[in-house]
């Protein structure tokens, strides 16, 4: 239990400070740097499957083809949430993004009742709780807080495909990265393309820190795939909070983005939302071998 809380805690920690390492390619465009996470990631997951000598998923492939196909729409999701990230965080919307995050679970609970699922009485409540504060912001603002729904339904549908997908965490990126570097290297090399370049052309640090997405994409995915393991999902659930907790107090109080008392009740009513839903869940995990 320790070895997980810390593993999938600190996967959770790696993800709520990646706004500091996007903003120091803040200078590259949002589409660059996504290539470069996918080329990167890539290539550093084939030397994890290699010294694992963990190949034998490829042979699944062969033998059934429609697998790859699945993962086509994944790796769509998964560019789609990587570039709206990217662009958010580097035009000062971390605030925004942070929220696509907080009510992503909430997305998840919606797509298992379009599957059939049935809500419990506090379920809907934080479902309603959470509709509530988007419907508030959306008044605020005038329009859509768009970067955060659009994260929140590419993460939970994303996580939704890999749930029923066939393969691992690290054979599935693999996948996904392998399905999206023919555009990404497109993107890199071909001449008119809108690439900055910046690999070449912006110095040694800037090159140093784009081979760094890498590692940095995928070491916490395994951290996040050994410590969710070793947990219950109540508990995992409890502790994805910790990403966009400080993705948020980066925006506020790192780099002063606007946060004032009316966004912070929109915010408070989807953060009363989600302690409802995580409260509901804990207690029903608590209650249930009580009864056995």
Not at 31 to 44: G, M
Not at 209 to 236: D, K, M, Q
Request: proline fraction near 4%.
């Amino acid at each position: 239990m320790l070895t997980g809380v810390l593993s999938a805690g600190a996967a959770f920690f790696v993800w709520g400070m990646f706004p500091l390492y996007l903003k120091a390619l803040k200078a590259v465009p949002a589409l660059e740097i996504l290539s470069h996470r996918v080329v990167w990631s890539l290539i550093f997951l084939s030397v994890v499957l290699a010294l694992r000598r963990q190949w034998g998923w490829l042979g699944l492939l062969r033998q059934r083809p429609r697998i790859a196909g699945a993962f086509l729409a994944s790796a769509a999701l998964l560019a789609t949430n990587w570039v709206v990230y990217i662009w958010a965080i580097n035009a000062d919307r971390i605030v925004d993004a942070s929220l696509g995050y907080f009510i992503a679970p909430l997305f998840n609970v919606l797509f298992g009742v379009m599957l059939g699922e049935r809500l419990r009485a506090g379920q809907w409540t934080a479902v309603a709780l959470a509709a509530s504060g988007v419907c508030w912001l959306t008044q605020i603002a005038g329009q859509l807080p768009l970067i955060a729904l659009t994260l929140a339904f590419t993460f939970g549908l994303y996580g939704l495909l890999r749930k029923t997908a066939s393969l691992g965490a690290l054979e599935g990126l693999t996948l996904e990265t392998l399905i999206m570097v023919p555009l990404a290297a497109t993107f890199l090399l071909l001449p008119g393309s809108g690439s900055s370049h910046a690999f070449i052309t912006a110095g040694v640090s800037t090159s140093l820190l784009l081979v760094v997405a890498g590692p940095i994409t995928a070491v916490p995915l395994l951290l996040f795939a050994y410590g969710a393991r070793r947990l219950p999902l109540s508990l995992v659930g409890i502790l994805q909070y910790i990403g966009p907790t400080i993705q948020l107090l980066l925006g506020i109080w790192l780099y002063h983005e606007p946060f004032g008392g009316d966004k912070l009740i929109g915010f408070a009513l989807i953060w009363l939302a989600l302690a409802l839903y995580s409260a509901e869940g804990l207690w029903r995990a608590w209650v249930r071998p009580n009864f056995r």
